[in-house]
């Protein structure tokens, strides 16, 4: 059971957990989710771990078929400037690989921005923090459980 799963559970937050064969050849950890588990890529949201004016990490939750706006998660988070995080960086804060990094049960509290599109649906589907498994819940319960806010960040 990763932290994810864990934090989910500890706060008693109604969640499924779907699980697919991962395949190491695809390009898009996400895109692979949404079409292993037959769910509109609009309802599967991927998480990038950005740094914020070179001071300190936020995550960005979107559509995985969508591109970030550096400009408007920097807006969104209170920084000038936004640019994806150092991998290394990324894995040591978050406690996840990269391919499985969850907005939830992270090692180190980051500031959390959800793309405003997430209010659209009734759940959606985030990384659970292993590559080949997702968690299923409600964007309210998501912004609740990592005391995230919701903003149009996306291009």
Do not use: C
């Amino acid at each position: 059971m990763t932290p994810a799963i864990k934090l989910a559970k500890q706060r008693n937050i109604t969640h499924r957990v779907h699980d697919y064969v991962h395949d190491p050849a695809s390009e898009s950890y996400g895109l692979e989710a949404a079409e292993k588990l037959g769910v509109s890529e609009a309802r599967v949201f991927k998480t990038l771990v950005v740094s914020l004016d070179n001071k300190e990490l936020a995550v960005a939750i979107i559509p995985v078929s969508s591109t970030l706006s550096m400009k408007l998660i920097a807006k969104a988070a209170g920084a000038k400037k936004a640019v994806m995080g150092a991998p290394a960086e990324v894995e040591r804060s978050t406690g996840y690989v990269l391919g499985g990094v969850s907005p939830l049960g992270q090692k180190k509290r980051l500031k959390t921005v959800l793309d405003l599109s997430a209010k659209a649906f009734a759940t959606i589907y985030v990384s659970a923090g292993k590559r080949g498994l997702e968690i299923e819940l409600a964007p309210s319960d998501l912004l609740l459980l990592v005391n995230g806010q919701l903003a149009d960040i996306k291009l």
